[in-house]
């Protein structure tokens, strides 16, 4: 602003010498008068309007906070929000808006896991996905100009108008802490939505079940814009609620004049590959052993995970499929942080960390479920481990913790029971506990296998078995340490090694591969075992982890990002067993007719939306109306064929999810409804070139015509990767390898394939 006065005065300056120069006198006086009036005025409005880059707002200055389950918390001097981490809880905010326009939001944060924020202005919405500050040892120690900030450029595009705007921060669950936020005005004109994205873009669940479903508005440009959202009556507020049946359905997405198809499928988890599960079937204990199915003996190994509060990056899908497709793992062991410290019963103080199912049952229950979901679709065991060592004072919430896992995973071959680690106490104390949570088990799973402790960290199996009088499938765990020299204590004990059903469900070697044995043991023993553990704390020699510290890394690491003692014992769990996962063919969909169809139908005519598959066998069907000048009325809209009845007169297209209790495929057709004829047959309209789907996530694209003609597909120069002849409203399908942008030409027509 400075600057720009210095300017104007110059100029003025320079007007007067010229006139001075030609004697102008009497203009001199007009003109010094007329630019000082200016000069003030432009001074005047200089000091009136606020700078437009960017507009402050402190995260502390919130107007309401009601929403928040336990009372703000304040932090730095009073300067910083904290513990802002349930979800659903609302910030409130007032910011004032110099004039009308596009604006961008951003905000400077520190969380400890990688999460969500969502900020809503008058009902249009856009949600920030945050990054967790874990690059450094003590993240949460961060001082503020180290924190992080979500930037400008990232964020979505809001209409604002000038004055008074209120805007809310709303978790959607997870852990922040927030110094500030900023409001900006951008350069961006364009606010309307072309395209939506959702995540998930398909949606599967169990029955029971419910799922979020986060929207994104693109403008032509491919900018985000924050938008209204108008969701299908099944999916309030976003969120779909299954009901108690296996099948599909359709959420139905709209912002602004753009709609959306989220396809749902409603199943039971099913293995995608046969392993270790199908050749064993359930466990059982016979004779002092753990068996399978046929009677024989069981040998199995696989990591333990971290605790589920510390390290839940790696408890995920994609870290259990990699560990299964390369090394052959044939069980896991998932210990759930159950209380906040090792004895928060009577030191509630002694926090360590809220992530934990006393404090967040729900967070918890959903790591522990994708979990076991990843090991049943792996086709491999799964322990569900009770990871406290303080057991015995939290009864009634462990008959919680497994009334809920039974209920849900007790069908499951694949699922064992750990119901104490490590007891840090007696072992007459460890058998009273067990005595009151096996019955729980029983009364809903009567066969699964349960496993329990023992005292001094679980080292005196034999000392418990009276846990299990009356019960069939109980066997007892034993945990050793080649660092503390543990091994001494099992080859010590032969009179009860031999005759325990054991289970060793989390054992560590020492620095430079050493295993002090053990691993002899557990062959000629035939032991299933789990070694400690699947993260990336601890050195090079870490008994404590497989991956380097500076690894975090769900899956695909390197050799290098793995410490010696991780990378051997994985190798060794290769080749554990003799046979490898051999996965199952998925059905496939191919369409008979319909797909892509474009119909004419005359007044008071009803459509038929028809979709004929082949290569499946009792599929299941859901319609959906996709677009259209008014809502259709769509009966039977749980087949193959149903009929619609339109409303006003234009075009409406609709899809349909076929289902056969695995795999699901999504068809499109579009009908006119010619609402001002009176008298015309049904006939196929010229349907125009179309392309689904449109960015494609796989690189398979389906091309659908209304006239044959000749296709070309090309890359962006100009190499000729494919072409192949298609029939009138007959789907092709086509795949591209690589990521990226190609051109298709259909005859005169062309499209644009976009790979992510």
């Known amino acids: 602003m400075i600057f720009a006065l210095y300017l104007l005065l110059k100029v003025c300056f320079l007007e007067c010498v010229v006139l001075k120069i030609l004697k102008y006198d009497v203009l001199i006086n007009y ?19 606020p700078s437009f880059a960017q507009i402050k707002v402190e995260a502390e200055a919130y107007t309401d906070a009601k929403s928040l389950s336990s009372k703000i918390v304040l932090e730095n001097n009073g300067q910083t929000i904290g513990y802002f981490d349930e979800a659903g809880e609302v910030l ?36 920030f996905e945050t990054t967790a500050n874990l690059g450094v040892e003590k993240w949460w120690e961060l001082p503020r100009d180290q924190w992080p900030s979500y930037k400008f450029e990232d964020g979505a595009l809001y209409e604002l108008k000038a004055g008074k705007n209120v805007f809310k921060a709303v978790n959607v669950g997870t852990g922040l802490n927030i110094d500030y936020f900023e409001v900006k005005k951008s350069s961006e004109t364009d606010g309307k939505v072309a395209s939506i994205s959702t995540s998930p873009e398909e949606i599967r669940l169990m029955p029971n079940e419910s799922m979020e479903v986060i929207p994104t508005a693109y403008n032509a440009a491919g900018k985000p814009v924050a938008s209204f959202v108008v969701w299908s009556e099944n999916a309030k507020d976003g969120i779909y609620k299954s009901g108690s049946d296996e099948g599909s359905d359709a959420v139905l997405v709209k912002m602004g004049e753009v709609s959306k198809v989220v396809p749902v499928v409603v199943a039971k988890p099913k293995k995608k590959q ?108 799964v322990i569900i481990d009770f990871h406290e060592h303080y057991a015995q004072h939290w009864v009634e919430l462990s008959k919680e913790f497994f009334t809920y896992f039974a209920e849900k995973w007790g069908d499951y071959p694949n699922v064992m029971y750990e119901i104490y680690n490590e007891p840090m106490t007696d072992d007459g104390t460890v058998v009273n506990y067990a005595k009151q949570i096996i019955p729980v088990i029983r009364k809903i799973d009567d066969d699964n296998i349960i496993i329990v402790g023992s005292s001094d960290y679980s080292r005196h199996p034999d000392a418990v078995t009276s846990a299990g009088d009356g019960y069939s499938n109980i066997a007892y765990t034993w945990h050793g340490y080649v660092k503390w020299g543990h091994q001494s204590d099992w080859n ?19 620095k430079s591969r050493n295993d002090g044995g053990l691993l002899s043991v557990y062959r000629q023993k035939g032991l299933i075992n789990a070694f400690w553990s699947m993260c990336n704390k601890g050195g090079e020699d870490s008994n404590w982890s497989v991956l380097k510290e500076n690894c975090y890394k769900v899956a695909d690491w390197s050799d290098d990002e793995m410490n010696d003692n991780g990378k051997w014992l994985l190798e060794t769990a290769r080749s554990w067993v003799d046979y490898k996962p051999e996965f199952i063919t998925a059905t496939d969909f191919s369409l008979a007719e319909a797909d892509g169809q474009k119909k004419v139908f005359a007044e008071g005519e009803k459509g038929k939306l028809d979709v004929k598959v082949s290569g499946a066998s009792n599929c299941s069907f859901r319609w959906v109306q996709v677009s259209g000048p008014s809502e259709a009325k769509i009966s039977s809209d749980n087949s193959q064929s149903a009929d619609v009845e339109f409303g006003d007169g234009g075009e409406y297209e609709f899809c349909v999810i076929v289902f056969d209790g695995t795999n699901t495929k999504t068809f499109f057709l579009t009908l006119t409804y010619e609402s001002e004829q009176t008298s015309v047959a049904a006939e196929k309209a010229e349907a125009g070139l179309r392309v689904y789907p449109n960015p494609s996530a796989d690189g398979c694209f389906n091309v659908v015509a209304g006239d044959a003609c000749d296709v070309v597909v090309y890359d962006l120069k100009g190499v000729v990767l494919q072409q192949f002849k298609i029939e009138p409203d007959v789907p092709k399908s086509i795949s591209v390898n690589a990521k990226g942008v190609y051109v298709l030409k259909a005859g005169s027509e062309f499209k644009k394939l976009v790979v992510e």
């Open 31 to 49: 003109f010094m008068k007329k630019n000082f009036r200016n000069v003030m005025l432009c001074a005047f409005l200089a000091c009136q309007i």
């Open 92 to 127: 409130t905010y007032e910011v004032d808006v110099p004039e009308d326009g596009l604006y961008q939001f951003s905000f400077k944060y520190l969380a400890g896991k990688t999460g969500s924020l969502k900020i809503d202005v008058e009902g249009a919405s856009f949600v």
């Open 274 to 381: 046969n392993f270790v599960v199908t050749k064993h079937g359930k466990l059982n204990t016979k004779n002092g052993a753990v068996c399978d199915q046929n009677g024989k003996k069981v040998s199995l190994m696989g990591p333990s995970y971290f605790w589920s509060c510390s390290r839940p990056m790696w408890w995920c899908k994609e870290n259990v499929d990699f560990l299964v497709s390369k090394y052959n793992i044939q069980l896991i062991r998932l210990p759930v942080s159950i209380a906040p410290g090792e004895n928060t019963w009577d030191n509630p103080s002694a926090t360590w960390n809220e992530d934990n199912f006393l404090h967040r049952p729900d967070y918890t229950k959903a790591l522990v479920d994708e979990m076991v979901k990843a090991a049943i679709e792996n086709d491999i065991y």
């Open 492 to 510: 010590g004990r032969d009179s009860w090694n031999n005759g325990v059903p054991v289970i060793v469900t989390e054992w560590g070697v020492e």
